[in-house]
């Protein structure tokens, strides 16, 4: 199973600012993922961060609101811009062996983001 | 994906078997159904899945229905540490093959 390291663990952050969450794995995975869960709530997928080209986004995010890198095979990061209140949640990083159905995903512990 | 239903809520006591029910009666030959957990605070943690045949692992059994259209996940033994949302996910293959994460079943252990 991967290890992935979330940094920062949590965050407070004012309106207006952006932050940048990192997400490092321990080996080389071909998959990574964004999700948020706002309180109380399921995970929503935010975006797959793919190595070398623009992150595939879904429904209702947009790439000026969370932009995304991956520079390799082991870092992504997301950036919650402009925050307001609204964005206070978990943002996690989930990462995945093979672009299949067949395979299990593992998650990092996330970021806890509060706005203010 | 297919849908998945669970109940919001369930109760086990302690050393007992807990038996998570989830419904998927649109599920398709090629979708896999997953079960992962969210203990409070942290991130979800994979606990087993399966396409046809029953699973087990350390974790869970994992029972599917002869049509598919449901599953249930056997803790054998609950501890006050399986206190935990858990969530049913059908898997696609192909290009669709995304986690989409319903709202769970919350287990709640009791001493």
């Known amino acids: 199973s991967a290890v992935i390291s979330q940094k920062p663990s949590r965050d407070i952050c004012q309106r207006g600012t952006s932050l940048t969450i990192q997400c490092q794995v321990d080996?080389?995975?071909?998959?990574m993922f964004w999700y948020r869960q706002q309180p109380g709530q399921s995970l929503t997928l935010i975006a797959t961060a793919n190595q070398g080209s623009e992150a595939t986004y879904e429904s209702g995010f947009v790439i000026d609101k969370f932009p995304i890198s991956r520079p390799n095979l082991t870092f992504s990061t997301l950036t919650v811009s402009n925050m307001s209140p609204e964005d206070s949640s978990i943002y996690l990083c989930?990462?995945?062996?093979?672009?299949?159905?067949?395979?299990?995903?593992?998650f990092g512990q996330g970021t806890r983001l509060t706005v203010v | 994906d297919a849908k998945t239903t669970q109940p919001p809520s369930m109760d086990c006591a302690e050393g007992r078997a807990a038996n998570l029910p989830c419904n998927h009666s649109?599920?398709?030959?090629?979708?896999?159904v997953y079960w992962y957990r969210q203990i409070h605070s942290q991130g979800p943690q994979y606990i087993i899945h399966?396409?046809?045949n029953n699973e087990t692992n350390e974790m869970a059994s994992l029972i599917i229905t002869e049509d598919r259209k449901s599953s249930t996940l056997i803790l054998p033994h609950a501890t006050l540490r399986d206190t935990a949302v858990y969530y049913c996910?059908?898997?696609?293959?192909?290009?669709?093959?995304?986690?989409?994460f319903g709202k769970g079943t919350l287990l709640t252990v009791n001493p």
């Open positions: 649109t599920i398709s030959g090629n979708e896999y």
């Open positions: 080996s080389q995975v071909t998959m």
């Open positions: 989930s990462v995945e062996d093979t672009g299949t159905a067949n395979t299990e995903a593992f």
């Open positions: 996910i059908v898997r696609s293959g192909g290009s669709n093959y995304k986690l989409t």
């Open positions: 399966g396409l046809k």
